[in-house]
T-cell receptor, first 117, second 109 residues
């Protein structure tokens, strides 16, 4: 059974803390994504990666960074958490056809609900 | 700008048919996707349309009109387990998905 696993389902952090969200996929997918999901808004892309050690900014990268040292693992880092980063964070992966092309069929993890106090 | 519009919430009766509409304005078009997301769970892929017309997959069908910037997801013989949010997404010219806010579908007995 194919899977995308996120390290924590629920986290509570304080303003200014550093936060790591880990994501691992077992499908040998080239592409990996971090989204945040907020009520009333569509999924918003934070960062994505189409290869090991490669990363590209999405629509809302401010306040976030990412790391992809291995193909199966994509980490999201909040250097100094703020209350406006309270959200559901979704990791996803997809097969890449060539270069950066994304097939669009994303496999999502269960999500990490982060609360920043 | 890029925009995906879909109704916020819909209610339907078990056993009936429901149509969830999605309209879009994007820079480029490389396909339209529908995902299902049960409360507290991850979104899962339902369907993909890149050419005009209807794609049928069991009780679910998805329609696309590129000239009108319009799609719908049709769910037949509704079951209680179909209660979920349905997300419409368009792949733009950069091969990134632009997402609608989702339609929460409530099924009543």
């Amino acid at each position: 059974d194919v899977k995308v696993t996120q390290s924590s389902r629920y986290l509570v952090k304080r303003t200014g803390e550093k936060v790591f969200l880990e994501c691992v996929q077992d499908m040998d997918h080239e592409n990996m994504f971090w989204y945040r999901q907020d009520p009333g808004l569509g999924l918003r892309l934070i960062y994505f990666s189409y290869d090991v050690k490669m990363k590209e900014k999405g629509d809302i990268p401010e306040g976030y960074s990412v790391s992809r040292e291995k193909k199966e693992r994509f980490s999201l880092i909040l250097e100094s958490a703020s209350t406006n980063q309270t959200s559901m964070y979704l990791c996803a992966s997809s097969r890449g056809t060539s270069g950066r092309v994304n097939t669009g069929e994303l496999f999502f993890g269960e999500g990490s609900r982060l609360t920043v106090l | 700008g890029q925009n995906i519009d879909q109704p916020t919430e819909m209610t339907a009766t078990e056993g009936a048919i429901v149509q969830i509409n999605c309209t879009y304005q994007t820079s480029g078009f490389n396909g339209l996707f529908w995902y299902q997301q049960h409360a507290g769970e991850a979104p899962t892929f339902l369907s993909y349309n890149v050419l005009d017309g209807l794609e049928e997959k069991g009780r679910f069908s998805s329609f696309l009109s590129r000239s009108k910037g319009y799609s719908y997801l049709l769910l037949k013989e509704l079951q209680m387990k179909d209660s979920a949010s349905y997300l419409c997404a368009v792949m733009d010219s950069n091969y990134q998905l632009i997402w609608g806010a989702g339609t929460k579908l409530i099924i009543k007995p």
